[in-house]
T-cell receptor, first 112, second 118 residues
Framework: GENVEQHPSTLSVQEGDSAVIKCTYS??????FPWYKQELGKRPQLIID?????GEKKDQRIAVTLNKTAKHFSLHITETQPEDSAVYFC???????????FGTGTQLKVEL | ETGVTQTPRHLVMGMTNKKSLKCEQH?????MYWYKQSAKKPLELMFV???????ENNSVPSRFSPECPNSSHLFLHLHTLQPEDSALYLC?????????????????FGAGTRLSVL
């Protein structure tokens, strides 16, 4: 089955710096890659997603890039703010089409 | 609020108890999911329902029994659980099964039920 690896598991940045979280997947047929943000004690919320026919997508300070050949995708957060502190999960839709496989999560801490 | 409501928010139960988790979505979605979130582990998909029919069961022990009486409600019945079953149980819904197309893929999560098995 699909395997999604996510790195790093923890990330600390200074406010204003950029943060990058990377994920790799194993199923070359995967075609949908969402990113979820989960603040402490709250539900995961979709922040951005990308489909396999697109190489990059941007939404204000958040961007996601996809390299289908290398089977990896990354989340980029620019000009980080304290409210960006949370756990971020990547996920990949399996080739079968009805299951999202999640990464293990990255604890992002934005320090003042 | 995402339109997905889970109750209770917290649950403590003994290993011999029987309890149920409830999920309700007000989004008119056709697909609903149960996930288990344990510390330092990926989110684990447990069950998938589409139009009240179970379409996936990811090798979940029989002490977890899902029920989907209609497309708005999803239950997870629990009995004779083990301490290692303690986790956050998340419900999610999407307009259709993920393969339904670009706009229908997005899953909306409930706030979860924090379960502790003593």
């Amino acid at each position: 089955g699909e395997n999604v690896e996510q790195h790093p598991s923890t990330l600390s940045v200074q406010e204003g710096d950029s943060a990058v979280i990377k994920c790799t997947y194993s199923d070359s047929a995967s075609n949908y890659f969402p990113w979820y943000k989960q603040e402490l004690g709250k539900r995961p919320q979709l922040i951005i997603d990308i489909r396999s026919n697109v190489g990059e997508k941007k939404d204000q300070r958040i961007a996601v890039t996809l390299n289908k050949t290398a089977k990896h995708f990354s989340l980029h957060i620019t000009e980080t703010q304290p409210e960006d502190s949370a756990v971020y999960f990547c996920a990949a839709l399996t080739g079968g089409g009805n299951k999202l496989t999640f990464g293990t999560g990255t604890q992002l801490k934005v320090e003042l | 609020e995402t339109g997905v409501t889970q109750t209770p928010r917290h649950l403590v139960m003994g290993m011999t108890n029987k309890k149920s988790l409830k999920c309700e979505q007000h989004l008119g979605h056709n697909a609903m999911y149960w996930y288990k979130q344990s510390a330092k582990k990926p989110l684990e998909l447990m069950f998938v329902y589409s139009l009240e029919e179970r379409v996936e069961n990811n090798s979940v022990p029989s002490r977890f029994s899902p029920e989907c009486p209609n497309s708005s409600h999803l239950f997870l019945h629990l009995h004779t659980l083990q301490p290692e079953d303690s986790a956050l149980y998340l419900c999610a819904s999407s307009q259709d099964l993920i393969a339904g197309g670009p706009a229908k893929n997005i899953q909306y999560f409930g706030a979860g039920t924090r379960l502790s098995v003593l």
